[in-house]
Nanobody, 122 residues
Framework: VQLQASGGGLVQAGGSLTLFCTQS????????MGWFRQAPGKEREFLTG????????YYSESVKGRFTISRDNAKNTVYLQMNNLKPVDTAIYYC????????????????WGQGTQVTVSS
């Protein structure tokens, strides 16, 4: 499975962005999906995950209430809607796929997108 993350960019604090994770070479519906981010000098951080059925979603405390994950298996795409962005959200954002159940452990995922940069200015 190959993942492609896109949608990042520069936004002012309080603004919004939507990230996209598209999959080729397989069937996205076979995977639980997660979004992670990594800021310079920091570890990769779990943000949110969605089960393959699209109904069960999980959020870290740092993004709960501001970020929303969703998926469209027919389009092989997972979305991350990010609202009320803050400068601390500045990082490279990655999507990841896992054949087994969602986990917050980044090294337990089977495939990764290349990352998309999100920069939030104050």
């Amino acid at each position: 499975v190959q993942l492609q993350a896109s949608g990042g960019g520069l936004v002012q604090a309080g603004g919004s962005l939507t990230l996209f994770c598209t999959q080729s070479g397989g069937t996205l519906s076979a995977f639980d999906m997660g979004w992670f981010r990594q800021a310079p000098g920091k570890e990769r951080e779990f943000l949110t995950g969605i089960k393959r059925n699209g109904y069960n979603k999980y959020y870290s405390e740092s993004v709960k209430g501001r970020f929303t994950i969703s998926r469209d298996n027919a389009k092989n795409t997972v979305y991350l809607q990010m609202n009320n962005l803050k400068p601390v959200d500045t990082a490279i954002y990655y999507c990841a796929a896992r054949l087994k159940l969602i986990t917050t452990m980044w090294n337990q995922y089977d495939a990764w997108g290349q990352g998309t940069q999100v920069t939030v200015s104050s």
